[in-house]
C-alpha cells in the first residue's frame, strides 16, 4: 500500500490560551482535497502547521507516512510542500518570471532576490528553471505577462502567479489558501484548467480552502469540513454537504437545498 502523502495526527494549535485547533485528524490523498468551513474555524492554521509556520502545541503532520519533525519552513519546502496564501505575497518589483523563480528557492531575503536569481546554480539549471517557470506561466494563461513587474498586474493574475511559484518546486503537496477568492469566472477558469493539468501529469496531492461550495464538490472527490477547530466531517462531498451537522454549523438549511 503506498503512504499517504499527508496526515494531520491529533493536531492541536493553541495561540496563548486560544486553542485553535483540537485534536484534528485527517489524512489527504492524491488528487484534489477541499478543506471548507467558516471563517475562524482554522483552516488558514492547519496550512500554517503543515508549512512550517505555526508550531502544534500537539501532534503530528506525516508525510507519506513519516513525521515532518524538523518544522522550519526551508526544511518543509524541502520536503515537497508548496503553498499559496490567502493574500498573494508576491515581490511587486520583480517580474511575473522572476517571482515564479523564487518558488525554486526554499527561502529568501528580500535584499538578495535579483542576487539569488542570478545565482541559479549551474546555468543548465537556470535555463531549465527557466523553461519549467514559462510552461506554469502558460498553463495559467500568463506566458504573454512573464516580464510583466508582478506589481503591475491585477490581483487575479497575480493569485495565478503564486500558484504557478508553488508549483515551481515539483512538490508533492500543494496547499491552495482560497485561490479562487477574488478572482474573475475566467481567472477561476483558467486556474482550475491548470491546475487539472499538473495533477493528471502525475501524483501530486493538492488540498484547497474554497469558500465556493459549488467550486470544491465539482473539483474534489474527497472533502473535509473544519468548525471551531475540529473536523467535523469529512468524505465525498455529496455525503459531506448532506451531513445534518454539516448543514446546521456552516451550510444553512436554504444552501444545503441548493447543491
Ligand atoms: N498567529 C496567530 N495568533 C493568534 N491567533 C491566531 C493566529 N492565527 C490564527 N489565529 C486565530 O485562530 C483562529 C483560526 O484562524 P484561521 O486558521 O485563520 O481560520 P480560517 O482560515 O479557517 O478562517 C482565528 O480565531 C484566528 O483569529
Ligand atoms: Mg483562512
Avoid: W
Amino acid at each position: 500500500m503506498t503512504a499517504v502523502p499527508l496526515e494531520l495526527r491529533d493536531l492541536t494549535v493553541a495561540f496563548g490560551g486560544n486553542v485553535v485547533l483540537k485534536d484534528v485528524s485527517i489524512a489527504f490523498g492524491n488528487g484534489f482535497n477541499g478543506l471548507i468551513g467558516p471563517n475562524g474555524a482554522g483552516k488558514t492554521t492547519c496550512f500554517n502547521v503543515v508549512s512550517g509556520y505555526v508550531r502544534p502545541s500537539g501532534g503530528e503532520v506525516e508525510l507519506f507516512g513519516e513525521p515532518l519533525r524538523e518544522r522550519s519552513q526551508a526544511r518543509v519546502a524541502g520536503h515537497g510542500i508548496g503553498r499559496t496564501f490567502q493574500s498573494p505575497r508576491l515581490v511587486l518589483d520583480l517580474t511575473v518570471l522572476e517571482n515564479t523563480l523564487l518558488g525554486l528557492h526554499q527561502r529568501y531575503r528580500s535584499g538578495h532576490l535579483r542576487e539569488l536569481l542570478g545565482l541559479g546554480g549551474a546555468r543548465r539549471e537556470e535555463r531549465e528553471g527557466r523553461e519549467r517557470a514559462r510552461e506554469l506561466l502558460n498553463a495559467f494563461g500568463l506566458g504573454a505577462r512573464a516580464e510583466d513587474l508582478a506589481g503591475n498586474l491585477p490581483l487575479g493574475s497575480q493569485k495565478l502567479v503564486e500558484v504557478a511559484r508553488a508549483l515551481m518546486a515539483a512538490p508533492k503537496v500543494v496547499l491552495l489558501d482560497e485561490p479562487a477568492a477574488g478572482l474573475g469566472a475566467t481567472d477561476v477558469d483558467v486556474m482550475l484548467r491548470g491546475l487539472s493539468a499538473i495533477v493528471d501529469e502525475g501524483s501530486l496531492c493538492v488540498v484547497i480552502i474554497e469558500h465556493d461550495l459549488q467550486l470544491v464538490m465539482d473539483l474534489c472527490p474527497f472533502l473535509a469540513v473544519l468548525h471551531n477547530g475540529a473536523i467535523i466531517a469529512s468524505g465525498a462531498p455529496a455525503d459531506v454537504v448532506a451531513n445534518p451537522t454539516v448543514v446546521e454549523a456552516y451550510l444553512g438549511a436554504s444552501v444545503a437545498a441548493d447543491v
